[in-house]
């Protein structure tokens, strides 16, 4: 399985079967999607899936209900080529095996209504990632990966030590990353190199690098 992390919260996975891409939206690079087979998109908020994007891939998208309402809405060609997955779900996209967990967004502000998210465990060739879009639930088992939210408007850097944490994977990937400076995530990476236990590694990759 190979890891190229994109701009913001986009990845693209190469796997045995073809290439899946995560969430490219309008902080990333339109040519993630270059020869992508399958697109899997977490939630509607613009930074995670953008229709100008999508309408330069012909690859099939699965996504929640939510995401869907949205792209028939602003974007009906785009919808055309979803697939509505919940929470739970298990399904086989480019011969990778996906999982779907979790089922609302982080807290922004109480004051604010809640937004569906849901993130994907990935598996293919005995290797699995995990990408929680804008969430800190976990995958609920063991994962090789772990593409871990560096900073956002719900996130403080010790909920963020304490989910790399938690999930345990060997590796974690920095992602959501444009919404601090490169000072503001250097001090992400010495806080996770600090705190995080032998055994687990945090790293961060610009974008088109692979992991």
Not at 156 to 172: M, N, Q
Request: with cysteine; proline share 6%.
């Amino acid at each position: 399985m190979r890891i190229t992390k994109f701009g913001h919260a986009c990845v693209r996975i190469q796997a045995e079967g073809g290439v899946v891409v995560i969430d490219p939206g309008n902080l990333s690079e339109a040519e993630a999607l270059d020869g992508a087979d399958a697109v899997l998109i977490t939630h509607e908020h613009a930074d995670h899936v953008h229709p100008a994007h999508l309408r330069g891939s012909d690859a099939p998208i699965w996504t929640i209900a939510a995401v869907e309402r949205m792209l028939r809405t602003e974007a009906p060609d785009v919808a055309e080529r979803v697939t509505v997955v919940r929470p739970g779900d298990r399904f086989e996209v480019a011969g990778t095996s996906v999982e779907v967990i979790g089922e609302k967004h982080a807290v922004i502000h109480p004051d604010y209504d809640r937004f569906d998210n849901s993130g994907y465990v990935l598996e293919s060739g005995g290797a699995s990632v995990y990408h929680p879009g804008d969430a800190l639930t976990g995958p609920g088992r063991a994962v090789d990966v772990l593409l871990a939210p560096a900073s956002a408007p719900w996130l403080k850097v010790g909920e963020a030590v304490d989910f790399v944490r938690e999930v345990a994977a060997p590796t974690s990937l920095a992602i959501h990353d444009r919404i601090y400076s490169d000072i503001g995530l250097a001090m992400v990476e010495r806080h996770m190199a600090n705190l995080l236990p032998d055994g687990q590694a945090f790293v961060r990759r610009q974008s088109g690098q692979d992991l």
